[in-house]
């Protein structure tokens, strides 16, 4: 039986690069009788070219869904791709974060999709106070929110309980088949890419494969983030203006490798503007919120008995 490895993220968790990595040496995976699937992953209408992720899978979950691509491929595809290739298959890898999010109906239909194969499920969790605040740069960046950090996390904090995410997919597929990594430094020596092949049985010595370059988007500092915060409130809270350019004035400005804009607001003194979004008690008494969760998850999943699932603490952090 194929076994398929299915990587659900969580976001913000290197996604977007190990999936650009296994579609760009999708043709040397194959030549090993591994498979990355085309058929799912939609085509950006910018550039002609395929996204990385299979996300359109999980839109085709629910073909209602306005994000749903009836040109990409679903899941029909996905098991004649499959089958075109089966006697020369050993592993199938599908990756896209949006499966984290995943409601109950829509993971009955998954689990019925998948029941012909071996699935094994793969998913990275990274230490929520990091997680919140990723997202939270990311959504200022793209103008979609404009309040606090701390509104930010209460809004959203149902996506830090990694058991209850967990317990779910358990439930559908069997703690068996769950494959939990840490995505921090000290667990990712190898770099995400090793750790995921690693993850999936896959030698890296034995594939020969081509590594892509260093992602060149410019990660704008705290201080920066809190400029455009200021800037989505107004522009976007009181004036009720449309994101888009917006996003095109800080493409071209503050995200732009070199801006002098940039590095003006970066030297600013810290007694000005603080180079935190939170606190380190405030970090502190976020992960004390999902002690317990991360317990948990430490104990049953990764078999340790201390219950320690990440090694960095907001009070030990340099």
Same mark, same amino acid.
């Given at each position: 039986m194929t076994t398929v490895y299915l990587h659900i993220g969580i976001p913000?968790?290197? /996604? /977007?690069?190990? +999936?650009?990595?296994? &579609?760009?040496?999708?043709?040397?995976?194959? !030549? +090993?009788?591994i498979l990355y699937p085309t058929s799912g992953i939609t085509i950006n209408p910018n550039f002609n070219c395929?996204?990385?992720?299979?996300?359109?899978?999980?839109? !085709?979950?629910?073909?209602? *869904?306005? !994000?749903?691509?009836?040109?990409?491929? %679903?899941?029909? %595809? $996905?098991?004649?791709?499959?089958? /075109?290739k089966k006697s020369d298959l050993s592993k199938v890898l599908i990756s896209a974060e949006d499966f984290s999010t995943i409601n109950d109906n829509r993971l009955s239909l998954l689990k019925e999709h998948?029941?012909?194969?071996? /699935?094994?499920? #793969? =998913?990275? &969790?990274?230490? +929520? %106070?990091?997680? @919140?605040?990723? @997202?939270? *740069?990311?959504? $200022?960046? #793209? *103008?979609?929110?404009?309040?606090?950090? #701390?509104?930010?996390?209460? %809004?959203?904090?149902?996506?830090?309980?990694?058991? +209850?995410? &967990?317990?779910?997919?358990?439930? !559908?597929?069997?703690?068996?088949? $769950? #494959? =939990?990594? =840490?995505?921090?430094?000290?667990?990712?020596?190898?770099g995400l890419i090793n750790d995921f092949l690693m993850a999936t049985n896959l030698n890296l010595d034995e594939l020969k494969l081509n590594f892509i370059s260093k992602n060149k988007n410019v990660t704008p500092s705290i201080k920066l983030i809190k400029i455009m915060r200021f800037l989505n409130e107004f522009y976007r809270g009181r004036m009720h203006k449309s994101p888009m350019r917006l996003k095109k004035l800080y493409k071209q400005t503050v995200l732009s490798s070199g801006n002098p804009i940039s590095s003006m607001v970066s030297n600013l003194p810290d007694s000005l503007i603080s180079p935190e979004l939170l606190t380190t008690q405030e970090r502190i008494d976020l992960m004390k919120e999902f002690e317990e969760s991360n317990r948990k998850v430490a104990q049953e999943y990764l078999g340790r008995e201390d219950g320690k699932l990440f090694d960095s603490t907001p009070d030990n952090m340099t």
């Open positions: 913000k968790t290197g /996604t /977007t690069s190990l +999936q650009n990595f296994l &579609l760009k040496n999708r043709e040397n995976l194959l !030549a +090993q009788g395929f996204q990385s992720g299979d996300h359109n899978l999980f839109w !085709a979950l629910d073909k209602e *869904c306005k !994000a749903y691509d009836s040109n990409a491929g %679903d899941w029909e %595809d $996905i098991h004649r791709e499959i089958k /075109t998948l029941s012909r194969y071996n /699935t094994k499920v #793969i =998913v990275y &969790l990274r230490k +929520q %106070d990091d997680y @919140f605040m990723s @997202f939270y *740069c990311e959504y $200022i960046k #793209i *103008c979609r929110y404009w309040d606090s950090p #701390i509104k930010y996390i209460e %809004d959203n904090k149902n996506f830090g309980d990694y058991y +209850q995410l &967990l317990k779910r997919w358990k439930k !559908a597929f069997g703690k068996e088949n $769950i #494959i =939990v990594r =840490v995505f921090d430094r000290t667990n990712l020596k190898g």
